[in-house]
């Protein structure tokens, strides 16, 4: 057996009490509070993780749904423009004397690209159209209100640039030549 003063003890003895036991529980308390705030980190972390996924599994399905949009668009303006060079074809065989005023370049013309158009071109087709209008002048009528940057931009019918609204429109100005107006059909 040991003596109660053995070498043992007092080395024990001495080593407890070089560390002060205050001390020993502040880094404890500090190790617990930055414990918990990487916890909290991580659950942060953990729900950005989740709620980003989620928002990019949504925009990537929103992402699908407008391209396949857009391309069944591209699709049904393909057909459109086919079939009004079609109409355009069958009507200067039957009447080429209307067809004398537009030029033979934009009449039976294969497109190669897709030119995007400007919008107001589309708007002012569209309003000449709609109204049953057949003046293809490139000056405004100012009923209309269409302004000085649109009438700049217009287009000139007779320039046979082979552009999707143009087609449109130079058939419209066909249609207004040959007299079918709103609700007549066209001959057989």
Partial sequence: MDPPDSASRVF??????MVN??????????????????EKTNEMLLNFNNLSSARLQQMNERFLHHTRTLVEMKRDLDS?????????????RQHPEAFSHIPEASLLEDEDEDPIPPSTTTTIATSEQSTGSCDTSPAPRSSEGVSGRQQRHSPDVSSGSGEPCLEILSFATLVCHLGLAKGTRLPP
């Fill in 21 to 38: 036991a205050d001390d020993v529980s502040a880094i404890i308390l500090a190790q617990k509070n930055m414990l918990d705030r990487f």
């Fill in 80 to 92: 459109i423009f086919r079939r009004i060079r079609t109409l355009k074809g069958k009507l200067a």
């Fill in 12 to 17: 024990c003895s001495r080593i407890l009490s």
